[in-house]
């Protein structure tokens, strides 16, 4: 049970691992990109190209049909990463060995939907994976491994992702094969990661620069981090702490060196609307961003 590419490595890995694959449950098809064609998530396309039987209920909590449907596949275990669909008690309880979460953190620290990024943007120097048996509450439930990897002043969100992905897809294949004792999450050290909007990309210039290249690697590559160059959005996709002051948004050279709260922030990598990603060296030719100016 998942959607994103989050969840392919594992869907793969059970299948490679030659565990029976009674189904695999993902989000419907939904308008995606400029076009809004319809789109099947990453899951559905990888179990369709494995030639697996895949489901995708719009609902279950309100669809007593597909919870029976379920019900009656008689499973061992339900293995869910990044699904996006609450289960409702009657499915969490159905399988033998329960419903087993890949949840990439290291809980009970970022429980909730963007662990990922939470992890960087707080400045964690550790993050990992957690395989854990799914109750009713948020991420609450006993743990059955973890796994931990070191966070970077280069880790971004998306190596991350990839990191946290592989690694998860490893450790529910151990979780099924020792059948480890469950171990309750500490009470203590409980933190939450709400969801992401594209506001949250926002740079805040009042913030102090490590802050700000934090949030700048945390969001890559969605949603972006942003600022306004005069009427004009400027994506940042890359960006470094450096030595300066001055007024918070104040570009201090003549190469994006941008003043913050506290030090500066180095503009690396960034983007215009009709435009490809650049280097600041090549954007700056092309579009010179003087001292003085003000990012917004």
């Not at 909590?61 to 029976?68: E, G, I, L, S, Y």
């Not at 669909?85 to 979460?101: H, K, Q, V």
């Not at 210039?205 to 004009?232: D, H, I, Y």
Request: with cysteine; hydrophobic share 45%.
């Amino acid at each position: 049970m998942g959607s994103p590419a989050f969840a392919v490595p594992a869907l793969r890995a059970l299948h490679g691992a030659g565990h029976d694959i009674a189904a695999v449950y993902c989000q419907p098809p939904r308008p995606a990109g400029r076009g809004q064609a319809v789109r099947r998530s990453a899951v559905q396309e990888a179990a369709e190209a494995l030639g697996l039987d895949v489901r995708t209920p719009a609902t279950l909590k309100r669809d007593p049909a597909a919870q029976a449907a379920f019900t009656s596949l008689t499973l061992d275990a339900a293995i869910v990463a990044a699904y996006g669909l609450i289960l409702p008690e009657a499915m969490l309880s159905a399988p033998r060995l329960g419903c087993l979460n890949i949840h990439a953190s290291l809980l009970p620290r970022w429980r909730g939907a963007a662990p990922i990024q939470a992890a960087i943007l707080a400045g964690d120097a550790e993050t990992g994976v957690t395989i854990m048996r799914m109750e009713a509450g948020l991420d609450t439930g006993p743990m059955l491994l973890r796994a931990t990897v070191p966070i970077t002043d280069a880790t971004t969100a998306a190596t991350l992702h990839d990191e946290l992905a592989s690694l998860g897809a490893a450790l529910v294949l151990r979780a099924l094969e020792d059948d480890p004792p469950p171990t309750a999450q500490p009470a203590d050290g409980v933190t939450y990661a709400a969801k992401l909007t594209r506001a949250d990309g926002r740079l805040d210039w009042t913030k102090p620069a490590a802050m700000l290249a934090r949030q700048v690697r945390a969001l890559n590559p969605w949603p972006g981090t942003f600022a306004m160059l005069g009427s004009e959005t400027l994506k940042v996709l890359g960006a470094r702490v450096e030595a300066g002051t001055g007024e918070p948004g104040t570009v201090l050279d003549d190469a994006l060196l941008v003043a913050t709260g506290a030090g500066a922030l180095r503009l690396t990598q960034v983007q215009v609307p009709g435009r490809a990603p650049m280097a600041a060296s090549p954007f700056l030719r092309g579009r010179p961003v003087p001292p003085g100016t003000r990012l917004h």
